[in-house]
């Protein structure tokens, strides 16, 4: 009882914490928290509030805002409480401001003076109470004001201050690096702290150092890999154990950081091997722990220079994964398959089953999961089942931010790896009408740009083929309703370019088509632009190639109604039109030449064809033009703002000003010389340093964008740039196992066709075929098995792998029915509604959740029914329940071990008679809950579960 | 950065600890904390206790009707930061004994404490209970 140090709070908090747990919906909430954000108003403007009662209006301000409604009307309380002497009271504060402010409001220059001040007390949890403060509101403009006594701080003799001042700088250098580029040393002096602790904070900078500049953290190798094996051997305190794991957290750490020290680095990597052998063998495959540390070992084995027994364990540990039960397990898996795949290709063929259930798998997380492995193994011989899936995923899914991402990587596939320009055509087809209005407008302008310039290759036959094939579909394609915008655009665009080119469709055909288009989308201004533009070229080209042009009726009124539209540029467009038909062949040509699209246009930006009439201009008496910025009215402005832009150059100063000169007055603002006198730093240097960070921010956040893209190493690119962007030597490996399997590849799907002919007329053989189907994706996936003896076995091995995954299917499917009464929630829960906020069953389990019901049982009858009516307003009877919880607890204790109920919180208790709470301190917990007016109700059962339960 | 936020929303969506560690509006918190647990409750115990969402990786765990939920960035090893949710509530638990979400709600201000113990700059920095509780527990005798 003594962590639960009472109440110790008003009525009016507790009803509040009472009704906001008891809040049915999202409405009834909303309306509380608005009543109470009227209360506390009332309650904070009034002149004379004790201390605590403040800590308590901040607590109820933090609600207000955690329950989604603004309480900046506080903001101003929280900062005044961070002053407080009391360290309970200034940690609250603390606490408030950093959920209340980013750091770049303006309340936080007053929190400045407060953090200095904290930073030198004598009380080390002060210090850390400041330093939290420093990671969460100190922003560029700020470190100067606090840097010094952090770097101090980090020689401090309380570990935890050390550890928090490493967080500090390590806080500095993800805002400003420049900030803290002459202290990376303190960093490398902290990994050796004699405190685990610190050591581990340490771990945290240095990663992120290392991930920005690898090679100047190698000579740390030797130590990390020390670490390493001191924490796999135990030497660690025993509080770092997790599930009997030692320190896991910090062994993930150290193996992210080894990751990269080793990355393309044999020397280093050498150093690794051992300690990376010990801990994938020792480490405990049970637990959900082990499998973390074991998953991160995969990754750093398959980071740095390969080791054929390390990558041997790792593929039996993927395997293990991917073999197992757990989804979060085969999550795993199927994430490190990607990864090792990279450096044994081989791998991924034994594996290609349990891949396809994956994939198949109703999880979403897993399936897209799968989808990224499928992205990575993409080569020429799988693309088209990989990218039709891929599509037919898109199509069914909702979520725009996925659909965007997965149409983009169809569109990167079918560019690199498309077999045939038909199928590349159908595909991007594809994408454009499930996607076209998600996919970015550039994905449309690479598809024109690649139609027309085919693709690098000097082949024109191809080339025009590929046009050819385009026109056809888009002709097909462009009567559909609902095409998205872009599609449109580009239809319309090639259309015009090559719908003639090829002789095979008339002008007066192509011409209707695009009119048919502009007519759909009357509403779509730009789409309306293309198709004249692109009436405008067929009709040139006609006239050129010496044909009389017919316009269309139909067109002829699209023409006229643009000559009329609001939009200057359909308008220009028209007349445009117009102008260029009544001209005649020659000057056409000119105008628009046929197929020029890609040709360069030479600008002369000195307009100097404009010099006769200009000089003639001159002569006849007009004003010479002068530049911009020699114009006088001009210039003034323009100094103002280099003027501007110097004075903002100039950060906060935290030092004191100089006493104003007169008769000059200070320069500076009202606020800053406001602040002046609450912010002194002695130590002027360091504000040099926070001017300079800007550039090197960039270069920080680039390099992490860069992190996020997708991996395209070992991709072949079939168009574009011809060459590997493969930075791991195993490509070349790759590649010739995928030359090879291009040729069995047939030979494997022809054989399980002719299985499927065998069978496919039993009616009973319905899990066989579902096999079969699995089998032949596989094939199609994995290119099959490379030799015919193993491919005979393969089978065999599918069959009987696929027929036990059906039996657990069967029972997956048992279990995952009757796991909706079983329950996973300890009270009979019907399936949660989503955000319903009813409680439906409350009436039914309402009873059984109060384990309190029970106790009262055991009490006195008369005792209960005056606690059950006074309920609210309980306390007045409080000390006689509670002597009288005291004097029963044992019998209290017994009873509920002798016949434990149905709920999950006793049997908790009785199954962990070793943790320190027992029951007497759970009924004290609850009896003083009770006490205070919150009971387990009807509408609140869940409050008091258990969480551990 | 890793870890980009900390929720505690139970079952009916009512939010009960929010910890950000990059600035969100309030009504981009609201609108991510409604979206986030929808996608969880649709989801089954036998699935993945990951689901992706937006740009973030949202790492779930469900202690009777409490999710506590870690939204990620790519980088972070999924299955440590399950456990880690884990370490969490065993720290409460040992703070509060039998924790319950009433526990959580009382004393708001104890559960953000031992979360800055555990988390600072979006980075796991402490795992030790004691090293965790010890700070809380000076500090509650001291008042």
Redesign the interface.
Known sequence: MSSQGGFGQSKEFLDLIKSIGEARSKAEEDRIVLREIDTLKARLSSPNITKFKLKEYLMRLIYVEMLGHDASFGYIHAVKMTHDESLLLKRTGYLAVTLFLNEDHDLIILIVNTIQKDLRSDNYLVVCAALNAVCRLINEETIPAVLPQVVELLGHQKEAVRKKAVMALHRFYQRAPGSVSHLISNFRKRLCDNDPGVMAATLCPLFDLITIDVNSFKDLVVSFVNILKQVAERRLPKSYDYHQMPAPFIQIKLLKILSLLGNGDKKSSEQMYTILGDIMRKCDSASNIGNAVLYECICCVCSIHPNPKLLESAADTISKFLKGDSHNLKYLGIDALGLLIRISPEIAEQHQLAVIDCLEDPDDTLKRKTFDLLYKMTKSSNVEVIVDRMIDYMISINDHHYKTEIASRCVELAEQFAPSNQWFIQTMNKVFEHAGDLVNTKVAHNLMRLIAEGFGEDDNTADSQLRSSAVESYLRIIGEPKLPSTFLQVICWVLGEYGTADGKYSASYITGKLCDAAEAHSTDDTVKAYAVTALMKIYSFEIAAGRKVDMLPECQSLVEELLASHSTDLQQRAYELQAIICLDAHAVENIMPMDANCEDIEIDKNLSFLDAYVQESLEKGAQPYIPEDERSGLSNISNFRSQDHESSIHALRFEAYELPKFPVPPKAPSILSSSVELVPVPEPSYVADVHQPATSALTVSNSGSSELKLRLDGVQKKWGRPAFSSTTPSTSSGDTFESNNGTTRHESISSTKSKVHDVSYDSRKLQPEISTEKQKLAASLFGGASKSDRKQSYTGQKVSKTNSHGADKSNLAKAASSSDNAAVIPTSQPPPDLLDLGEPTVTSSAPSVDPFKQLEGLLDPTQDTTKLSSGGVGVPNAPDIMSLYADMSLSGQSTTVANPPPNAIKTHLAKQPSKGPNVQEFLEKDALVRQVGVTPSGQNPNLFKDLLG | ?GIRFVLMV??????R???YYE?LT??E??ALE?EI??KC????????????H??YKIVYR?????FFLVGV???E????I???I??L??T???????????DI??H??KA??ML?EMV??G?????????ILS?I????K??
């Open positions: 950065m139970n079952k009916q969506g009512q939010t600890l929010a910890q600035y309030i009504e918190r609201r409604g647990v929808r409750l649709a989801r089954n115990e036998q699935q993945c206790s990951f689901v992706e937006r740009n469900r202690y009777a009707s409490l960035d790519n980088e090893n999924e299955l440590a399950l456990e880690f884990h370490l509530v065993e409460m638990d040992r703070h509060f004994g039998n924790v319950c979400e009433l709600m009382f708001l201000e953000h404490f800055e600072m700059n980075c796991i920095v402490e795992t030790s209970k004691s090293n700070p527990q000076l500090m509650e001291a008042s």
